[in-house]
Every structure is written in C-alpha cells, then in structure tokens.
C-alpha cells in the first residue's frame, strides 16, 4: 500500500542548530503518533508537513504532493489542530462550525447539515447555542477538533490534543480520534502523553534531536529494553531483587527453588516493559539509541 506520507532527507536549521537532520519516514493510513522531547523537532516536523515552514534540505509529500511546491493541493488534503483551542469565544458552536464550513466553500444547506452532524458526533447539542467563553477545556478541545474536520481531511494532524483536559473529556477525544481513523482519515499525531499514544496510535515514531531513533508498533518499541521480568518486593513496595524471566511456570518454579529462605516471605511480582520504559531508553541523552529497523523488527 503506497504511504500517504512520504518524508525523505528532510532538513531544517535555525542558525547553527540543526532541528531536524536528514529525517526520512514513510507514514501509511491509520493513526501515527511521534513522540520526543521538548526541542527533539517534532512541531517543526509539523509545521514543514502543513505547509507553514519550509525546508532547508530534502522533501515531503502527502499523497504525492509536495508540500513545498504545491502547498495550495497540500492544504486542502489536510486538516490541522493545535495545543490550543483557534475557535471564535464570542460565537456559539453552532455558528462557529457554520461560519468555516461557508468559509472553505460548502453551500448554505450543506454547512448547515454538516454543522448538526458534527455538535452531535461530538456531544456538543446541548451548548450548540452557548457562547464559546462559557466551554470547559473539553467542550472547546472536541469543538476544535469539530471545526477541523468540517471538510473531512485526508490527513489530519493533532498537536498534543489532550493537553490540559481533564480524564473523561481525554477518553471522549479518543474515541472520536479513533473514529476519524475507521472512516479512513489519517491521523498525524504528537503527544507527550504516553498512554495516549498506546491507547490510539497503530505505529509509534520517536525523534531526538532531529532523528528518528525508533519507528514500530507499540510492542515493537516495548520489546527495545527487554523482556518480561520477575521482582522480589518487600513489604513497602521496594524491589530488592530482579529476575529474567520467561514467565513459564518451569521458569517460576526455578526461580524460587533457587531464593534463600529470608527471601521467599517477600511477593513475587511480574512486570513487562512500558512505553515509558522504552520512551526513557531511547531519549536518554546517554543512550545512543537504537535504529528505526531495529525497533520494527
């Protein structure tokens, strides 16, 4: 299946500092979350991808276009939504999904019909008639997400979409995400917010410093910093001993056979590798990393 994302050799430099360094990445349909610390170029990747920045080196194209040479086909495949809500506080939701929907050309009735799909996609029906500067983070958060997808994008990229909502508006924002996807949109993803990108993403990239350091599904990331482990916990939860392990009960009853008589009172406990874990690993300024195919394999 051909990607609907192509990166390849892209560069950009502020001054001496390189922000993004030869990065090449193939991204096809589903959800795609990139994960890096602050500074390691993921807004900036953004910003080339949706046609606000250009590039000092190197190319991108979604779904064949390239975003520096036909930026007008560009903007009007994608969608794009940022950490903070862009709608009009002085209008209600209903008037602003109306007001963008005639903006980017759908007829009267249309926008109409498109603006009551959304407030109820989105659960916003009992404050379609509300002033915005009344909405709570999560309101404006869906009605931000609403108003992107009044023309339903081929693309559409979310800048840590989750920032400041509170649990219940986050696992609402997630279901419509992963309802975008079903339908077919592609869903460009950043977030800081680990468990959002296991709960969405279909394949996880992470950038340093400009790199891209590893790139596979999830699992694929976890499996970076090792497999499932046994520990010994006393009882204050600390861990005074950690076993590889396979899990097995052959494996278990080894383990035990083999601990000195003071150390089977403490509890045996099995953990596998989080996101976090491998997230940790593979920014670590120490670490030297490890190779998107490694993490792919």
């Known amino acids: 299946m051909p990607a609907i994302i192509e990166i390849d050799g892209l560069e950009k430099r502020y001054g001496d500092r390189t922000v993004l360094d030869a990065l090449s990445l193939d991204i096809g349909e589903g959800v795609f979350a990139l994960l890096g610390p602050n500074g390691s ?3 900036t990747l953004v910003s080339i991808l949706t046609t606000l920045l250009y590039p000092e080196a190197g190319t991108a194209r979604i779904l064949g276009h390239d975003v520096t040479r036909e930026r007008t086909t560009v903007r009007r495949l994608i969608a794009a939504t940022g950490q ?6 002085m209008l209600t939701s ?3 999904l ?7 050309g759908l007829a009267p009735r249309r926008a109409s019909r498109r ?14 008639d509300r002033p915005v500067s009344g909405f709570s983070g999560g309101m404006r958060r869906r009605l931000d997400l609403a108003a992107s997808i009044i023309r339903t994008p ?8 989750s920032t400041g909502l509170d649990p219940m508006s986050r696992t609402r924002l997630w279901a419509q995400i992963a309802e975008l996807a079903t339908e077919g949109c592609t869903v460009f993803l950043t977030t800081q917010m680990l468990d959002e990108a296991e709960a969405l993403a279909d394949r996880v990239a992470v950038l340093r410093d400009g790199t ?8 694929a990331l976890k499996r970076l910093v090792g497999g499932q482990t046994a520990v010994l916990v006393d009882d204050d939860d600390v861990v005074q001993r950690t076993f590889e392990t396979d899990g097995s009960a052959a494996s278990v009853a080894e383990l035990l056979q083999d601990l000195p008589e003071h150390e089977r009172r403490l509890r045996l406990e099995f953990r596998s590798p989080t996101l976090d874990d491998a997230f940790i690993a593979l920014t ?3 670490n030297p990393g490890r190779s998107a195919q490694e993490a792919a394999a």
């Open 98 to 104: 109306t007001m963008l929907g005639r903006l980017l």
């Open 284 to 286: 670590d300024p120490t």
């Open 212 to 219: 891209i350091v590893a790139d596979g599904t999830v699992d």
């Open 154 to 161: 081929a693309v559409l990229f979310l800048d840590e979409p």
């Open 115 to 128: 603006t009551e799909e959304l407030l109820d996609a989105f659960e916003l029906e009992d404050a379609a």
């Open 94 to 96: 209903r008037e602003n």
């Open 84 to 89: 903070y809500a862009s709608i009009d506080e």
């Open 41 to 43: 170029g993921k807004t």
